[in-house]
């Protein structure tokens, strides 16, 4: 298989609440994501939750960025024209898997 892998996520023109729904519950779902690695990681051992966090507050603010552009284009009665790709790569592993 090949060691790199780019995927389209999102294509197309939107009305602003469908971008909204789909950028917003992607954003809720990192955030979601990364909360619960925190809580995780604290009920497992004393180890470092300072990236989770970090990706926390950057994606609170992508999702403020995101609401005024939404409202702006409500506002104005436009739509979104939104692409968005997800590049893959597929690295040496690091950690063990965990046993089946």
Do not use: W
Request: negative net charge; charged residues 30%.
């Amino acid at each position: 298989m090949e060691s790199t892998h780019s995927l389209k996520l999102i294509e197309g023109e939107f009305m602003p609440h469908e971008a909204n729904d789909i950028l917003c519950d992607l954003i809720s779902s990192k955030i979601r994501h990364h909360s619960l690695k925190i809580l995780s990681i604290q009920e497992n051992s004393d180890g470092d939750v300072s990236h989770s966090e970090k990706r926390i507050e950057d994606l609170k603010s992508v999702n403020n960025s995101l609401k005024k552009i939404i409202n702006y284009a409500n506002r104005e009665g436009l739509l979104l024209n939104i692409e968005s790709s997800i590049n893959i790569e597929l690295v040496e592993e690091k950690v063990k898997a965990p046993s089946k």
